[in-house]
């Protein structure tokens, strides 16, 4: 099945790549995939195996999860030698090292027999949003990470650990573990290749789909990972309709700032490279925004849902209802 890709944003030159577009054409219905159930439920199947069960709030402030411990990384390992020829090859250009990686990882993920690219548009960009790249949260994953767990999404009264940006779908190594060591070394050197992650609107957060010990080797040495983010796109008249108002709003501000400036405000051009690096900014997040996550109902709805979490988590029993 024939796959286009596109950088972002789309049909313009001599600007800063946000990203890769995907046009894939199939299949209907992927292997690894959500499923819905009455009841805010949700399973990720990965073929037949279940990879982790979830249950949204009735408040809508969270989601509860497991996580089965049964999911294999759509990709093949990556060989050291390329992730030095890559880092090579752009020692100084992040923008190409990040199109060479998301190229690759697009084209491991069309070819993959459990991977969740169906048919649609989709996205490969480079780092998160800003409202899920906090800090706090990267520091703390080392220590938190359970297989049975919850997720907040506002954090008004819930525990602190439990707000997160990426969750992995399996147990992160250990930092003295023999592949985390080497991916370590890599770290130290700078030829580290990105983790990808997978946007799952379902549970408001990002999941790791390859890179688990790349993660965990970047953890261990104090930093983070340079990330790619794939997620359904949205339309493109979808960024246009919102991108004129924004453009609009600018250029208004521009021509007081403009006035400001010959009047003698010394003040006047810093602010006019804020608004402009704040248009900017906009204009990124609207070329990158994601579309809702597909899902596919169920065999079987609420009941088979109760099912497979007896038989994963036996006695796992999430409030929901707070």
Same mark, same amino acid.
Request: glycine share 8%.
């Given at each position: 099945?024939?796959?286009?890709?596109?950088?972002?944003?789309?049909?313009?030159?001599?600007?800063?790549?946000?990203?890769?577009?995907?046009?894939?054409?199939?299949?209907?219905?992927?292997?690894?995939?959500?499923?819905?159930?009455?009841?805010?439920?949700?399973?990720l199947f990965q073929g037949e195996q279940?990879?982790?069960?979830?249950?949204?709030? #009735?408040?809508?402030?969270?989601?509860?999860? %497991?996580?089965?411990?049964?999911?294999?990384?759509?990709?093949?390992?990556?060989?050291?030698?390329?992730?030095?020829?890559?880092?090579?090859?752009?020692?100084?250009?992040?923008?190409?090292?990040?199109?060479?990686?998301?190229?690759?990882?697009?084209?491991?993920?069309?070819?993959?027999?459990?991977?969740?690219?169906?048919?649609?548009?989709?996205?490969?960009?480079?780092?998160?949003?800003?409202?899920?790249d906090v800090a706090a949260n990267w520091?703390?994953?080392?220590?938190?990470?359970?297989?049975?767990?919850?997720?907040?999404?506002?954090?008004?009264?819930?525990? %602190?650990?439990?707000?997160?940006?990426?969750?992995?779908?399996?147990?992160?190594?250990?930092?003295?573990?023999?592949? %985390?060591? +080497?991916?370590?070394?890599?770290?130290?050197?700078?030829?580290?290749?990105? %983790?990808?992650?997978?946007?799952?609107?379902?549970?408001?957060?990002?999941?790791?789909?390859?890179?688990?010990?790349?993660? #965990?080797?970047?953890?261990?040495?104090?930093?983070?990972?340079?990330?790619?983010?794939? #997620?359904?796109?949205?339309?493109?008249?979808? +960024?246009?309709?919102?991108?004129?108002?924004?453009?609009?709003?600018?250029?208004?501000?521009?021509?007081?700032?403009?006035?400001?400036?010959?009047?003698?405000?010394?003040? #006047?051009?810093?602010?006019?490279?804020?608004?402009?690096?704040?248009?900017?900014?906009?204009?990124?997040?609207?070329?990158?925004?994601?579309?809702?996550?597909?899902?596919?109902?169920?065999?079987?709805?609420?009941?088979?849902?109760?099912?497979?979490?007896?038989?994963?988590?036996?006695?796992?029993?999430?409030?929901?209802?707070?």
């Amino acid at each position: 099945m024939p796959m286009q890709q596109t950088p972002l944003p789309r049909s313009a030159t001599g600007v800063r790549w946000d990203g890769l577009a995907l046009a894939v054409d199939g299949p209907d219905r992927p292997s690894l995939r959500v499923d819905v159930a009455d009841g805010r439920r949700l399973v990720l199947f990965q073929g037949e195996q279940v990879v982790l069960l979830a249950r949204q709030r #009735a408040t809508l402030r969270g989601v509860h999860y %497991v996580r089965t411990g049964r999911y294999d990384s759509p990709l093949p390992p990556l060989r050291a030698d390329a992730a030095r020829a890559r880092r090579e090859t752009h020692p100084d250009d992040t923008d190409a090292w990040f199109a060479g990686w998301a190229q690759h990882f697009a084209s491991e993920l069309h070819t993959s027999l459990n991977g969740p690219l169906h048919g649609g548009d989709w996205q490969l960009t480079p780092g998160l949003p800003r409202r899920w790249d906090v800090a706090a949260n990267w520091a703390r994953l080392p220590q938190h990470d359970p297989p049975i767990g919850h997720i907040t999404w506002f954090g008004y009264g819930d525990p %602190v650990e439990d707000a997160r940006d990426i969750l992995p779908l399996r147990p992160l190594s250990a930092p003295d573990a023999a592949r %985390v060591k +080497a991916y370590r070394r890599q770290y130290r050197e700078g030829v580290l290749p990105p %983790v990808l992650l997978w946007w799952v609107g379902g549970l408001d957060t990002f999941l790791v789909l390859d890179g688990h010990d790349r993660l #965990a080797a970047a953890l261990a040495e104090n930093g983070r990972p340079a990330v790619l983010a794939l #997620a359904r796109e949205l339309p493109d008249q979808w +960024a246009t309709r919102y991108a004129q108002p924004l453009i609009s709003e600018y250029e208004h501000r521009a021509a007081q700032l403009a006035d400001e400036h010959a009047a003698g405000d010394p003040l #006047a051009a810093l602010r006019s490279r804020a608004a402009s690096g704040r248009l900017g900014q906009q204009l990124h997040e609207l070329v990158t925004a994601r579309a809702a996550t597909w899902s596919w109902p169920l065999p079987g709805g609420a009941t088979a849902w109760d099912e497979l979490a007896r038989r994963h988590a036996p006695g796992w029993r999430p409030d929901t209802e707070n």
